[in-house]
């Protein structure tokens, strides 16, 4: 209607502006002529024709009817926007209308209400749709989160009316197919294997279409789908599944199967303890899928409680049960505590009886113990193998070792090696015949090192329950075999005595005599026995003996010891013997002298050769000293040698009355021969050399002034030729003499020196070179003796003494000492020239003093080797 | 972060054992693909010294732990895609090459993918086995390529 009377308003704005178009036109003509008109009065005449003929004019005189035209098509486009304007008005209020009608149904809560927006510019019924949308998700969402919430809550209340697992299961699956658009489900709970360390994922519940199935299915974690949940602990929701998959089947559902499977993963305290698995025709929406995780935590932590519960009750009913029993135990346990108590109170009654019979036999034991260890006899037990089982206590004080020592062992180490053959052979013989003793003695070993002598007796006991062993009693029978061994001793000492020759008396502490044996026959023609038991003092024989045995025997009484003595026994034919008469006291146990034993040898023989012998001697010893004297007169004397060199010593010691050493001192003018000779051997065979030695010398130096070698050279010549020591088969080959010769010129002290193995020391004493001993040593050639050929000449030392220069030569009798200290052991010049040195500054007296003494204490007690002489002499020049 | 970024980075975090890191990877993957089995194999010399692909760590895989399965070079599918290189998706597999198993019943998987991790020079280092009940579309083959530079990097530091 509106759009008609628009259309009307249109249409006649349309004709009012085409009719003003064409009025306008004419007013504009009519306007243009009459200026036109104007300016021809002016000038020019006004024509029509004029007018026409102005083109301007011309043109203006169209204008009304394009003005016309202008005006419809303009007026004709402002009446078609207007109209435009109005249609959309319209067009806009129908739209308002119907959104607004939607908006309220929106409003009051009809929200499926069908709404197209009008065209695509509708943008508020867009947006209406959009929060339609949003209010109907929000509106499903919270219904869905109701859904859940209910659906939780129904659960809650299934899980409080089961209080077993497997009730529980059955229910809670049964409730969750139906709640999750499910067809099937199984329902599993992990438990632990404690043997194999492992969880085992179990199967408790399944549901199959309302039929119930007992599936005992387990799985290993990892294993499978299921297994792969419990290690993964999340669901795992997989669509597409095969027709075959599910094993569990119905005919209720026909050809329709289960596409989509889930499997949900039951976690409390960040631990899997169960697992569900369902299975769905249509696939699970997000909505089951949330309920699902929602739940599953419910379920877990009530299956945790529930598995607390069950092992709390299962703990509860055990301790009950263990009370009882216990309960029942010590119920048991009084009732045997008082059976104990009787039997107790019998076993101290039983113990009381026995305690006394072990007194008793620990007293009976004590007492064989006692006396088996103050017997005298060993007991031992052997087994058969002679090992010791058993030895009494006494072994302790006869052989010194403790049983203990000896217990499992051998014996035959102690016993004494001589015997052992014996011991085994009576031990076999022993063990061979039962019931049967032998005895036998052997030596043994005590502990202390002694050896003793045993008597043994062997019993064989093997037979014996009591003793199975060999009985061995053993007694110490060394004192019994020692009194045997003296008596033995004593019968062998009387036979001794019964034959001896010599007298042999026992005389007892009051002098009368004990025993005699018969030799006192041959001197007084009596029977020995009539001596016996007689005092001493009425023996019939010569008083004189008599007294002198008496004697004898007071001394040896008081003296205490054994005494020898010689006595004059004169007997019944008055015939002289002496007798050696030995007194030998013999003392009683407490060294009391009971008995003096006379031992009485005669010697009457050897007294007289002894008495010859003697008489001998001084013979021969005034024989020798005659020779002495004749020697002595020879040789020259000390007071000879001072009478050239008046300090000057000769220190002469012979070994025996005669010597075989001697001095020779011959004067001829300035020059003076002094030698020290040692001939061979000592005593008068030295001594008849040194005559001979003397003699040659003083016949050669009589008659020629040779040097020292040449003096010794003549004498050796000499000694050979009167010893015939050149001849064929000369048995003397070995008489000489050493000798040392000097020639000493008294005035110039030109010295010569020729030695036959005699050293020259000559002790020089200068400002230049101090104290000092020249030696020349002699030749290694003898004076006489054995002749060799290419013997040389002696050699002939010169040198000219200084005053005071010392000289000293001497014999080996010096040197050759053995000493007292050391018996093997020469005394070595070496010591004679210390003893020089020593005394330098001293007296040629007292140096031969020194020279002495030092001789005596190396030689002490020692015999002398040989004869010494030593010649000392301190050089004085002469004018 | 994309799910492939997430995964290679969780392959790279050292402070975890190989083996672990291996199942990160593989479970993830099998959750991203919704596949029921997978596996994972290792480049590794056996006793004999020869190059073997061994399982080392499965997705509902179930072994006994005492013997893994091995593959040589062209043993199997698995050593053939090893030599190969390339990977391979099946769709029509037949019964019992495979079973996926859970306590409503069992079936074989009908879709297997084998995907090698070859790196730079051309050497298979691990492979993937996945299996199935759903058809692989072709964007799992992207996702694999996208870890697989990542995980062949980090096994090559391994070896």
């Known amino acids: 209607m509106s759009n008609i009377n628009t259309k009307i308003r249109f249409d006649l704005s349309v004709r009012y502006m085409t009719l003003l178009g064409i009025v306008t036109g004419c007013a504009l003509v009519g306007v243009a002529f009459l200026i036109k008109y104007f300016q021809v009065n002016n000038g020019q005449e006004f024509s029509i024709a004029n007018a026409l003929s102005d083109e301007l004019l011309l043109v203006i005189c169209t204008s009304p009817l394009f003005l016309a035209i202008s005006h419809y098509y303009v007026a004709s486009y402002l009446t078609s926007v207007a109209k435009k304007i109005e249609t959309e008005r319209d067009k806009q209020i129908l739209i308002i209308e119907r959104t607004n009608k939607f908006a309220f149904e929106i409003g009051s809560g009809h929200l499926d209400t069908s709404f197209e927006p009008y065209d695509e510019h509708d943008e508020l019924g867009k947006s209406l749709l959009a929060m339609r949308t949003g209010i109907i998700e929000t509106v499903k969402k919270e219904e869905d989160r109701n859904l859940i919430m209910r659906a939780v809550a129904e659960t809650s209340e299934l899980l409080r009316q089961h209080n077993k697992i497997n009730s529980l299961g059955e229910a809670l699956i049964r409730f969750l197919v139906k709640q999750s658009n499910a067809v099937q489900s199984a329902f599993y709970i992990i438990k632990h294997d404690e043997h194999k360390q492992e969880d085992i994922i179990e199967m408790v519940a399944c549901y199959a279409y309302n039929r119930k199935k007992h599936l005992t299915k387990t799985f290993k974690p990892g294993e499978g789908l299921v297994g792969q949940c419990f290690l993964e602990r999340d669901i795992i929701y997989r669509t597409e599944i095969p027709d075959t998959y599910i094993s569990i089947t119905s005919g209720l559902l026909g050809d329709k199967k289960p596409s989509a499977l889930i499997i949900v993963p039951l976690i409390t305290n960040e631990k899997v303890i169960g697992i569900l698995e369902l299975a769905s025709l249509a696939g699970f929406s997000e909505l089951h899928q949330a309920f699902l995780r929602e739940i599953s935590e419910i379920i877990a932590r009530t299956i945790y409680n529930l598995n607390i519960n069950e092992t709390t009750l299962r703990l509860l009913d055990e301790s009950r049960r263990m009370s009882a029993e216990v309960d029942g135990q010590r119920r048991k346990l009084l009732e045997n505590a008082q059976h104990m108590t009787i039997t107790q109170e019998k076993l101290e009654q039983t113990n009381n009886q026995l305690e006394e019979k072990m007194l008793e036999v620990n007293n009976a034991h004590k007492r064989l113990e006692a006396l088996l260890e103050r017997s005298s006899e060993i007991i031992s037990i052997y087994e058969p193998d002679g090992t010791i089982r058993y030895e009494s206590p006494s072994i302790k004080h006869i052989l010194g070792y403790n049983p203990n020592d000896l217990i499992g062992r051998s014996e035959k180490s102690k016993v004494h090696p001589d015997d052992v053959n014996n011991f085994e052979k009576h031990f076999t013989q022993t063990i061979s015949h039962p019931d049967k003793s032998f005895t036998l003695q052997f030596r043994y070993l005590k502990k202390d090192g002694k050896q003793v002598w045993i008597e043994s007796t062997l019993t064989n006991l093997l037979n014996d329950p009591a003793i199975r062993g060999i009985i061995m009693n053993s007694r110490d029978i060394s004192t019994r075999i020692e009194a045997e061994k003296e008596q033995r001793e004593r019968a062998k000492m009387q036979a001794l005595s019964e034959n001896s020759t010599d007298i042999i008396m026992r005389i007892d502490s009051s002098y009368s005599v004990r025993y005699i044996n018969p030799s006192i026959h041959r001197y007084t023609h009596k029977n020995h026995k009539e001596y016996l038991k007689k005092n001493i003092r009425e023996l019939e024989i010569h008083e004189g003996v008599k007294d002198a045995i008496n004697q004898l025997l007071k001394d040896a009484f008081q003296k205490h010891q054994k005494l020898i003595r010689e006595i004059e026994f004169i007997d019944a034919d008055d015939t002289l013997h002496y007798m050696e008469v030995n007194a030998i006291p013999e003392t009683d146990e407490n060294k009391v002298i009971e008995s003096v034993l006379l031992v009485m040898h005669n010697i009457t023989n050897a007294k007289i050769s002894e008495k010859k012998i003697q008489e001998k001697n001084k013979k021969i010893t005034e024989s020798i000293n005659y020779a002495k004297r004749i020697q002595g007169s020879i040789l020259p004397k000390e007071t000879l040698l001072k009478e050239f060199f008046p300090e000057a010593f000769i220190l002469f010691i012979p070994k025996d009355i005669v010597s075989g050493d001697f001095p020779f001192i011959f004067n001829n003018g300035d020059w003076t021969y002094v030698a020290a000779v040692d001939c061979t051997g000592h005593g008068v065979p030295g001594a008849m050399l040194s005559i001979i030695g003397s003699l040659i010398m003083s016949e050669i130096v009589r008659y020629e002034n040779l040097s020292a070698s040449a003096l010794n050279d003549r004498l050796h010549e000499h000694v050979v030729r009167i010893l015939r020591q050149g001849d064929a088969g000369s048995e003397n080959k070995f008489d000489g003499m050493d000798i040392a010769l000097c020639k000493i010129n008294n005035k110039t002290g030109a010295l010569e020196y020729s030695g036959a193995h005699r050293p020259l020391f000559i002790l020089r004493n200068n400002i230049i070179n101090g104290v000092l001993i020249e030696e020349f040593k002699g030749d290694k050639l003898p004076i006489g003796g054995v002749q060799y050929k290419g013997r040389k000449a002696f050699t002939n030392f010169e040198t000219i003494l200084n005053e005071n220069d010392r000289l000293f030569f001497f014999s080996d009798g010096y040197t050759d000492q053995f000493g007292a200290t050391s018996p093997s052991k020469k005394m070595g010049s070496q010591k004679v020239k210390e003893v020089i040195l020593e005394t330098c500054n001293t007296p040629m007296t007292q140096v031969a003093k020194e020279l002495e003494r030092n001789y005596w204490d190396w030689r002490g007690p020692q015999k002398q080797t040989d004869d010494l002489l030593m010649i000392g002499i301190n050089f004085n020049q002469r004018n | ?159």
């Open chain 2, 1 to 159: 972060m994309s799910e492939s970024a997430k995964i290679s980075a969780l392959f790279k975090n050292e402070s975890l054992s190989i083996r672990d890191r291996v199942k990160n990877i593989l479970w993830m993957t099998a959750k991203e693909t919704e596949s029921c089995m997978g596996a994972f194999y290792l480049n590794c010399i056996n006793d004999e010294g020869e190059v073997v692909f061994r399982f080392i760590e499965g997705y509902a895989f179930f072994t006994d732990k005492t013997h893994f399965p091995e593959y040589g070079y062209g043993e199997g599918l698995i050593g053939q895609v090893a030599k190969d290189g390339f990977p391979i998706i099946i769709n029509n597999v037949p019964n019992g090459y495979l079973k996926v198993v859970s306590g409503l019943g069992q079936a074989s998987p009908s879709h297997l993918l084998i995907y090698p991790f070859v790196n730079n020079a051309g050497k298979t280092l691990a492979l993937i086995e996945l299996a199935a009940f759903k058809q692989y579309d072709e964007k799992i083959l992207d996702f694999l390529k996208n870890i697989s530079s990542e995980i062949t990097e980090a096994l090559s530091k391994i070896q």
